[in-house]
């Protein structure tokens, strides 16, 4: 079985951008898995979300990613929630390295700040609410995300250090 590094952490932690690096980095493929949804289901992330809810996207979710066509050792960007249904983190633990890039609440907000409208989890969340909506999520979320073989710091993530780390899991 290919070889398997599956990025996790809130919305805005870099999951894709990390994901694209980490992949140039090895040669290995890139996978973001809510692309993968949205090829699937020939909708947007939001407008799966508006239109049938996120009971139904959680199901899609856990479904594509079971059912990835992996050919070779890939990096995997997680959505936000992910790892929080379905067993999802279970899945991942079993079937590759889990990597957290974690990030405070502010340097999520500072990130996300300009970017509510296209966050579904975010849509008509004021701005004087968005530190405290942040915050809970992540309470919410946290036991999740600490499950990962790797917790790094995603504001300051150095692609070469984490590669080293992961490097020392596949032996």
Same mark, same amino acid.
């Given at each position: 079985?290919?070889?398997?590094?599956?990025?996790?952490?809130?919305?805005?932690?870099?999951?894709?951008?990390?994901?694209?690096?980490?992949?140039?980095?090895?040669?290995?493929?890139?996978?973001? @898995?809510? #692309?993968?949804? &949205?090829?699937?289901? /020939?909708?947007? =992330? +939001? $407008?799966?979300?508006?239109?049938?809810?996120?009971?139904?996207?959680?199901?899609?979710?856990?479904?594509?990613?079971?059912?990835?066509?992996?050919?070779?050792?890939?990096?995997?960007?997680?959505?936000?929630?992910?790892?929080?249904?379905?067993?999802?983190?279970?899945?991942?633990?079993?079937?590759?390295?889990?990597?957290? @890039?974690? #990030?405070?609440? &502010?340097?999520?907000? /500072?990130?996300? =700040? +300009? $970017?509510?409208?296209?966050?579904?989890?975010?849509?008509?969340?004021?701005?004087?609410?968005?530190?405290?909506?942040?915050?809970?999520?992540?309470?919410?979320?946290?036991?999740?995300?600490?499950?990962?073989?790797?917790?790094?710091?995603?504001?300051?993530?150095?692609?070469?250090?984490?590669?080293?780390?992961?490097?020392?899991?596949?032996?």
């Amino acid at each position: 079985m290919p070889n398997r590094i599956y990025l996790i952490g809130f919305m805005g932690s870099g999951k894709t951008t990390a994901g694209r690096k980490l992949a140039s980095a090895t040669g290995w493929d890139f996978i973001d @898995l809510d #692309l993968e949804i &949205e090829k699937k289901e /020939n909708k947007s =992330i +939001s $407008e799966i979300f508006a239109l049938c809810g996120e009971e139904y996207f959680r199901k899609i979710e856990a479904e594509t990613l079971r059912n990835l066509k992996i050919r070779k050792d890939s990096v995997i960007a997680t959505g936000g929630g992910t790892p929080c249904f379905h067993g999802n983190i279970d899945y991942m633990l079993a079937t590759g390295i889990v990597v957290y @890039l974690k #990030l405070t609440v &502010e340097e999520i907000k /500072n990130r996300l =700040i +300009s $970017e509510t409208a296209d966050r579904p989890l975010l849509k008509g969340i004021r701005e004087e609410n968005l530190t405290e909506f942040i915050r809970n999520k992540i309470r919410e979320r946290e036991k999740f995300y600490n499950m990962a073989h790797i917790v790094t710091d995603g504001y300051n993530l150095n692609e070469t250090t984490l590669l080293e780390e992961i490097k020392k899991m596949l032996i």
